[in-house]
């Protein structure tokens, strides 16, 4: 058993029953001229967290946790788009329009890979997902259970969107959650505290918040101890 402190109290898992999940790093929402830098959002809010991300993909790695990445997206004919999510905002920006990287949030378009500092290494899982959160009709929740994982380390992108709707997600599904604050990020500063506040308030009503280097020191200590 492995601790590190963590707001509302100190955050306990197992290394061998803990997965790292890596939310929606693609190039459209984090890459300075993509589809996110369009709409007048700040990405240099998101790029803080590629640093931290990436010194935590090589602890797991070395460590031998599971790492899973998402990608929000949608197939080319938009069949798994419902119009509650398509029918947003201006025609010419909405999802399927063609974008400074392709079609916007197209499955195979250049925006909706996943960034080059953060990709996946050979065997690591990339779940394509078509909602917000990375449960909703994906395999994630059957490959969790094949690896046995109880604990959720979770990071990404945007902490109020898709990083909440996942954990809110995980929690139901009985996942002891992580939110790494530094590994996940919003376009709004205030979004971004709104955010991790409310993952631990009332006790941890979703999960715990800490910091990265925390959780790696933690995982290092544990696996020196076996």
């Given amino acids: 058993m492995a601790t590190l402190p963590a707001a509302p109290v100190p955050y306990s898992f197992e290394p061998d029953s803990t997965?790292?999940?890596?939310?929606?790093?693609?190039?459209?929402?984090l890459e300075p001229g993509g589809f996110g830098e369009t709409l007048g959002n700040d990405v240099e809010q998101l790029r803080r967290t590629i640093a931290p991300t990436a010194a935590l993909l090589t602890a797991c790695r070395a460590a031998g946790l599971p790492?899973?990445?998402?990608r929000e997206g949608h197939?080319?004919?938009?069949?798994?788009?419902?119009p509650a999510k398509l029918n947003r905002g201006d025609p010419s920006m909405r999802i399927g329009a063609p974008g400074p990287m392709g079609r916007i949030l197209i499955r195979g378009e250049r925006g909706h890979d996943i960034i080059d500092e953060l990709a996946p290494a050979p065997g690591e899982t990339v779940i394509d997902k078509p909602g917000k959160g990375a449960f909703y009709a994906t395999g994630l929740g059957d490959l969790l259970a094949a690896n046995n994982v109880r604990s959720l380390v979770?990071?990404?992108?945007?902490t109020e969107v898709c990083v909440h709707t996942t954990v809110?997600?995980?929690n139901d599904r009985g996942y002891e959650c992580l939110v790494l604050a530094d590994c996940?990020?919003?376009y709004f500063p205030e979004f971004q505290a709104a955010g991790l506040q409310m993952i631990a308030a009332q006790g941890g009503i979703f999960g715990w918040v800490a910091e990265s280097p925390a959780f790696i020191a933690a995982l290092q200590t544990s696996l020196q101890r076996t």
Avoid: K, N, W, Y
Avoid at 75 to 82: A, E, G, Q, T
Avoid at 154 to 158: E, F, L
């Fill in 19 to 29: 997965a790292l999940l890596v939310i929606d790093m693609q190039r459209d929402f």
């Fill in 67 to 70: 790492i899973i990445h998402t």
């Fill in 75 to 82: 197939l080319p004919d938009l069949s798994d788009c419902p």
């Fill in 154 to 158: 979770v990071t990404g992108v945007t």
């Fill in 168 to 170: 809110r997600e995980a």
């Fill in 184 to 186: 996940v990020g919003s």
